[in-house]
Structure formats: C-alpha cells, structure tokens
C-alpha cells in the first residue's frame, strides 16, 4: 500500500500525472515483460519442455540421421522457430504479446494432423534408390508412398510459468517505486510518498 500526502496542490496534480502515465502507458514495463518472457520461452527450448514435452518419434530421429542432423532436440531441427519467438508492444501501448510468425508453429503449440498425399519418389541424381527393408538392401527406379496422416503432438513452447508470474509481479512493483523515485524529486521536501 502506499500513503501519499503532499501540502500544495501543484505537487499534488504532479503526483498524480507521474502515476496517471505509468498506468495509462506502461511502456517501460511491457517492454521489461516482453523481454522475461521471450527469455521464459527460450528456456522452454532448452529444457524441452516446462513440462516436458513427447519425445520425438523413432521415425523422426531416422529422417534426422539420414539428413545427417545431429540434434535430436525437439522442436529444434533448424533453430527457425525458437529463434522466431519476439514480443510487441499492442493495444495502444498497454498490453505486451509474445509470439512467433513461423507458420508451422500453431501446430507444435496446439498439436495437430498433418495429411500427406499419395506420392511417387523417384532418384534425384541417381538410376536407382537404395534403401533397407527387413535387413535387405533393395533397389527401385520408383517407390509409391501411400497418402498417410501424421499426428504432431502437442508440444507447448508459449506458456507462462509460475515464476514468470512472480517476475512480472517484481518488474510492476519496480517500474512503481520508479515513478515514485521520480515524482519525491519533482516535489522536493513538501509532502511524502511511502510504501508499506
């Protein structure tokens, strides 16, 4: 709580613009947010998950290999997603988002089906394919892949922590006792601003 008395009205109306502007356009707290968030999310990366997220499937990490990627890390076979994650500031400067314009990514938020058609694979730069079936290496001038649907599970990488929370509540707190800073010296001696 905090108790404001001042002696003259001048200090008074000042007081009350300083307060009136942090909570009319808090930018400078939004943006302190969008950043702690942003950096929450990226922490969601590196943990996998906060919880964890579903492991990726056995035929996932084949396709890696055979790409010759070595990460085996979830929802981070290019970097392209995390590294899209940004924050803006909206509602005419009162409100903070935190997102992604990667369009696949809705789908590892939220989970999904992918349909995959019926298609004909034939070698790019070669006669024949090779591949293994059964332990045996066979060879095709064509293989038709069947149309398929894949389940991508939901793998939520934008949500808030508990602690996220508790930060927000520090940087609020912070950016107040600020404008409180900054008003005592614009009011000098004459009235008091305290917290308790």
Not at 48 to 69: D, F, H, Q, Y
Not at 165 to 188: A, F, N, P, S, W
């Amino acid at each position: 709580m905090f108790t404001i008395k001042f002696l003259n009205q001048k200090r008074t109306e000042t007081a009350l613009v300083n307060m009136g502007k942090f909570a009319t356009r808090p930018i400078k707290a939004l943006k302190r947010i969008g950043v702690t968030m942003v950096m929450s999310t990226l922490k969601n990366f590196e943990s996998e998950g906060r919880p964890k997220w579903v492991p990726l499937s056995p035929m996932t990490l084949a396709m890696r290999r055979n790409k010759n990627k070595m990460s085996a890390k979830i929802l981070r076979d290019t970097g392209n997603l995390m590294n899209s994650i940004t924050y803006a500031i909206v509602d005419d400067d009162t409100g903070v988002q935190i997102g992604t314009n990667v369009k696949y990514a809705g789908t590892h938020q939220y989970g999904g089906k992918i349909k995959i058609p019926a298609r004909t694979i034939v070698p790019k730069h070669a006669k024949v394919l090779s591949f293994m079936i059964g332990g045996k290496r066979v060879f095709a001038t064509k293989v038709k892949q069947k149309a398929r649907t894949v389940v991508i599970p939901q793998r939520k990488f934008l949500m808030f922590q508990e602690e996220d929370k508790d930060d927000i509540r520090q940087i609020l707190v912070e950016e107040l006792m600020g404008v409180v800073k900054d008003t005592k010296k614009q009011i000098g001696n004459e009235g008091s601003i305290n917290q308790s």
